[in-house]
């Protein structure tokens, strides 16, 4: 039986470099970038846990910020302002124009 994967938003907001870099290249890994330090992808939630395990063994927990939002699948959002049209994804979810 194959477990159902979710979607989330990963923000975050890292006080000193090196633990910025070393998130950016876990994060980077496992989601695709949205923005400059959010970031959209798909797991299982046994999976995300293992994440947020991950997560915490960087961070400092008094001094940065890391959410993480269940949310819909990405081809479900909607834009306001700007859409950049050549902007296209791809995942395990299949292609997703921007």
């Known amino acids: ?3 159902k994967k979710t979607c989330f938003i990963i923000a975050y907001d890292i006080s000193e470099k090196k633990r910025l870099q ?3 290249r876990l994060v ?4 695709l970038q949205l923005q400059y330090s959010v970031y959209y992808g798909s797991m299982t939630h046994q999976a995300m846990d293992r994440f947020i395990i991950a997560i915490q063994k960087i961070i400092h927990k008094d ?3 890391v959410r993480i939002y ?4 990405l081809e479900n959002a909607f834009v306001i ?5 050549d902007i296209m994804m791809f995942s395990d979810i299949g292609e997703i124009t921007l």
């Open 1 to 3: 039986m194959t477990m």
């Open 22 to 24: 070393r998130l950016q």
């Open 28 to 31: 980077s890994n496992q989601f």
């Open 63 to 65: 001094d940065d910020d």
């Open 70 to 73: 269940e949310v819909e699948p």
């Open 81 to 85: 302002g700007k859409r950049c049209d």
